[in-house]
């Protein structure tokens, strides 16, 4: 089963402000039927409509409002249903963020990757955390993709993928089961990660077989980088670094042998780049640097751990992303440092045995950290130094100082958490600073 969200189509770009208000979600598949307790209208054999289904939520309204007119809805989603070749079933729904049509008005093109026409557009291809978009531009249809998690970061939006199994696995996905554009492997066509990249094209899928890689590897198009068998990426230099738009890492190793301090293990300086099920360690500077306006990393189920010299994941110079459910322990400095306008969103994530605090906020640096789990780290759990986070729903126990120390003008809101049994206390706050507390457990 998938879901796609897509947009309503427009006869002209000049249509965009006026005409481009709505955002669908999309289910296909013969499950979506069977889990989605929803009443539906049949618009056709394959296009089911339920009027009530909805996945991005403009924050800035209070209510949001259906097509009523079916022709319109069938018409809109049939070239989709098309182009996935089975049963859909839809809601569509006026949703588009104020921000978003503003931005598509000026030029789709730059806000949507990898446009295509609707018939050339790859669906096999589509990387997973993509957010399938159809547009109409001079009587013919487009597609192109936004980041699932960008959306409510760039749009003033909510995103829900609406229905999820009762059982969602945690595990690494199998790699087995993925169309490979190339594959590699020791003593393969291709025995280097490096070899396939440079034969690879934007949108290509590489899979790499179980082995060790003793390379840096620079991403500078758009792929997805697939580890089967966890294989393993070793490097003195970084073992990722971030150079294009997008692009997906997911099941690998990653281990930043030198210890020359010059270099962390993954360094995103542009483009937003997924990175899930991996497990990150070096041997000096951070395992993961995010960093300017332009970077977003998006973090899931890794473990991040034993930077020799460093933080588990820093994040500065105005970048951002989304650090979930990952096991951030063990590192030199604090679990993950936020600075100089950095500004992500941490949650589920566990954060602990650090050798400073487990989140370290400063020098102007945001973020929003939620139902996080922050322990043993050696100093406080939460640290804050000039900057300026929200905290909520957190657990902040078992750390040497206090579970929330704030000081030298910092700010902040800490909401609904659990603050006790620190060794020095549930707050520290200097004369400095403020703030915004409510609903916490000391």
Request: hydrophobic share 35%.
């Amino acid at each position: 089963m998938g879901i796609l969200s897509i947009l309503g189509a427009l006869k002209t770009a000049k249509d965009f402000h006026d005409k481009y208000k709505t955002l669908c979600a999309i289910h296909h598949g013969e499950t979506a039927f069977q889990a989605l307790n929803q009443k539906f209208d049949k618009l056709s054999e394959h296009i089911y409509y339920a009027p009530h289904l909805q996945a991005v939520m403009d924050t800035s309204r209070t209510t949001q409002q259906c097509f009523q007119d079916r022709k319109q809805i069938h018409d809109r989603l049939e070239p989709i249903q098309r182009t996935l070749q089975s049963d859909i079933i839809s809601s569509a729904v006026i949703l588009t963020p104020e921000i978003m049509q503003q931005a598509l008005a000026k030029n789709p093109w730059e806000v949507l990757n990898d446009i295509r026409p609707v018939g050339f557009f790859d669906l096999k291809k589509l990387p997973p955390e993509a957010v399938p978009v159809m547009f109409e531009h001079e009587n013919m249809q487009y597609m192109g993709w936004q980041l699932r998690g960008t959306l409510p970061m760039l749009f003033n939006c909510d995103y829900n993928t609406v229905w999820m199994p009762d059982n969602p696995t945690r595990t690494a996905p199998s790699s087995t089961i993925l169309e490979a554009d190339f594959i590699v492997s020791p003593g393969g066509q291709y025995p280097t990660i490096n070899s396939a990249l440079s034969a690879a094209k934007a949108g290509d899928r590489i899979v790499v077989k179980t082995g060790l890689y003793r390379e840096k590897i620079v991403i500078n198009k758009a792929i997805e980088l697939i580890g089967s068998g966890s294989p393993v990426i070793e490097s003195n230099g970084e073992c990722i670094e971030m150079r294009t738009d997008y692009a997906v890492v997911r099941g690998f190793t990653l281990k930043r042998v030198a210890t020359d301090s010059k270099n962390c293990a993954v360094y995103i300086p542009q483009g937003s780049l997924v990175l899930e099920h991996c497990d990150i360690s070096s041997e000096s500077l951070s395992c993961v640097d995010i960093c300017n306006q332009n970077s977003q990393g998006i973090l899931r189920h890794c473990k991040i751990h034993d930077s020799k010299n460093g933080a588990g994941v820093i994040v500065y110079e105005n970048g951002g992303g989304i650090i979930e459910d990952c096991d951030i322990f063990a590192n030199a400095y604090s679990g993950i440092e936020i600075r100089t306008g950095g500004n992500p969103t941490v949650r589920r994530c566990k954060i602990h045995d650090g050798k400073q605090s487990g989140v370290f906020v400063y020098e102007n640096g945001g973020g929003i950290i939620e139902d996080c789990d922050i322990f043993a780290n050696a100093y406080s759990g939460i640290a804050i130094t000039g900057g300026n986070p929200t905290v909520r729903r957190c657990k902040i126990t078992a750390n040497k100082y206090q579970a929330v120390y704030i000081h030298d003008n910092g700010r902040g809101q800490v909401e609904n958490c659990d603050l006790r049994g620190n060794e020095k206390g549930a707050w520290y706050i200097d004369e400095t600073s403020k703030v915004q507390e409510s609903g916490n457990q000391i």
